[in-house]
């Protein structure tokens, strides 16, 4: 049998799956920071898993109407591309890799997958509201346990546009080095979405938008952090590289400033020696002004501005 298992331990998120349920070092293992999955689930298109399980179900037909394994192999090559795009999807190539090899691929299963590009359409966009509503710091304060609380009735959300929660299959036991803890063995990906949520409230762990990149990040520990340690195509991340951008832009501004109060210290001292009428000061002085609003938002560079300066 098939296994696939996740947990999370500290703060990050682990991954377990083997086609023949190979355990331990037996099994593929990915590690990820914790609620990474969830949070690229979150921001994934429609687009990207859509037109894959299309095909599958497209060469599911052919199937059931001649037996011609060549159609099994096709879905399986589908569901191994769907897979390198999403962890969740690996869930998929696992059930159905063990369909295949038993020779159990049956109809009911072709009915499954049309269904499913809409279905995770849905619970990606009622885990997008748990989030919002729930566990965005910024939006609904710290208390992610309070919030849940007002927001539900029992495992019911009062707002059907809501994640609703459901008994999702935990078992319990050894994880990772050195402890124990509850193990998902999901059945679908909605049970995985579901164990991400749950675990954010019952750790009581809220998210905010990052500030360099816009993308929502777990807060853990502290809890005034505002930029995000997550993966990134550029492999650098925002905890590091926003604050010393946000540093230097800081500096920029200041050059920028000192050019500008010096230039206008010496046109003033103009008016006083008589070069300069105060309303050919005043004219200059709102052109400078208009420059430097240019410098600041790198319309023109610092060194353009100081050439301005000095020849006006
Ligand atoms: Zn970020």
Redesign the pocket.
């Known amino acids: 049998m098939w296994i696939y298992k996740a947990y999370f331990e500290d703060d990050g998120e682990f991954f377990e799956y083997d086609a023949f349920g190979g355990q331990g070092s037996m099994a593929a293992q990915k590690a990820f920071p914790y609620l990474e999955s969830l949070l690229s689930f979150l921001e994934m298109d429609y687009e990207e898993w859509e037109p894959l399980m299309q095909q599958v179900s497209k060469n599911l037909d052919p199937f059931f109407a001649t037996n011609d394994l060549a159609y099994t192999d096709q879905v399986m090559q589908v569901l191994g591309e769907l897979g390198e795009k999403h962890i969740y999807f690996k869930l998929l190539y696992m059930q159905w890799f063990w369909r295949k090899s038993r020779g159990s691929v049956e109809p009911w299963m072709a009915e499954e997958m049309r269904q499913l590009p809409e279905q995770l359409a849905l619970y990606q966009k009622q885990a997008q509201t748990f989030l919002e509503n729930i566990l965005d710091i910024d939006r609904v304060g710290r208390d992610v346990q309070k919030n849940t609380r007002e927001n539900y009735i029992f495992d019911q959300p009062r707002d059907p546009a809501l994640f609703c929660f459901k008994p999702i299959p935990v078992s319990f036991g050894p994880m990772g080095e050195e402890s124990c803890g509850t193990i998902l063995y999901p059945n679908s990906i909605r049970d995985l979405i579901d164990f991400a949520l749950r675990d954010c409230v019952a750790q009581n762990i809220p998210v905010r938008r ?1 500030r ?2 816009g ?1 929502y ?1 777990p807060i853990i520990g502290r809890v005034t952090a505002e ?2 340690s ?1 993966p990134q195509p550029s492999g650098k991340l ?1 905890r590091n590289i ?1 604050p010393v951008r946000k540093w230097a832009e800081g500096q920029k501004k200041d050059l920028v400033f000192q050019e500008y109060r010096r230039e206008y210290k010496r046109h003033f001292a103009w008016i006083k020696a008589g070069k300069i009428s105060e309303e050919q000061f005043s004219d200059w002085a709102k052109q400078a002004k208009e420059k430097k609003k240019d410098c600041d938002a790198e319309k023109i560079s610092l060194d353009e501005f100081k050439t301005w300066l000095k020849n006006t």
């Open positions: 990052c360099n990149c993308r990040f930029y995000c997550r925002c926003a």
